[in-house]
């Protein structure tokens, strides 16, 4: 864990210290984490690279941010919420009990589809949609305005750092007694 902590570590100092102007960067984190949220699981990457060629993007930050938010852990507790909030925009309350009327030991098998289809999980996949477009927009939203604020923090802090730093190098340096003429060994 250790090793991981400090090679993310190193990676974000790179980035805070990178070249590129602030909302650049934050905006290639942004535009990840947003992809993340989104509902096209499995498509993440490819849809981040594609987004990040076209507007011109850092692809690395892109991805990075893609792999954040969303991970095995969080998966299962984001969609979930976001299938909940899409439910509750499109049919104005809470979804209740309706999961339980689900026949979820006859989903496996083909007789199940040949007979019901897509229809009876046509309101949840509508849900899930809009709930996790909204969860990415808000997310790459929040993203953007909180790492945007970091990054000209943390250069701001850098940069008064080095000037302090030459201002040091300044004083210490007329202060120091030198010598000015060489030796004679003679």
């Known amino acids: 864990m250790g090793r991981f902590r400090k090679l993310l570590g190193g990676r974000v100092l790179e980035i805070l210290g990178r070249d590129e102007p602030a909302w650049e960067i934050a905006?290639?984190?942004a535009v990840g984490v947003a992809i993340s949220f989104s509902p096209f699981l499995g498509l993440h990457w490819a849809i981040g690279l594609l987004i990040a060629w076209i507007f011109r993007l850092n692809k690395v930050d892109v991805l990075i941010g893609t792999l954040i938010p969303v991970n095995p852990w969080t998966l299962v507790p984001i969609?979930?919420?976001?299938?909940?909030?899409?439910?509750?925009v499109l049919h104005s309350r809470a979804?209740?009990?309706?999961?339980e009327k689900i026949p979820w030991s006859e989903i496996p098998h083909l007789s199940y589809w040949e007979e019901h289809g897509f229809g009876q999980f046509r309101p949840y996949l509508s849900s899930f949609i809009l709930g996790s477009a909204i969860f990415s927009v808000l997310a790459g939203l929040t993203t953007y305005v909180i790492l945007v604020n970091v990054i000209r923090h943390h250069r701001a802090k850098r940069a008064t750092r080095?000037?302090?730093?030459?201002?040091?190098?300044?004083t210490s340096g007329a202060d120091s007694p030198g010598i000015t003429e060489p030796l004679d060994t003679d």
């Open 27 to 29: 905006l290639s984190f």
């Open 79 to 88: 969609y979930s919420t976001s299938t909940y909030v899409g439910w509750f």
């Open 95 to 99: 979804p209740g009990r309706r999961f």
């Open 162 to 170: 080095m000037e302090s730093n030459r201002a040091d190098e300044k």
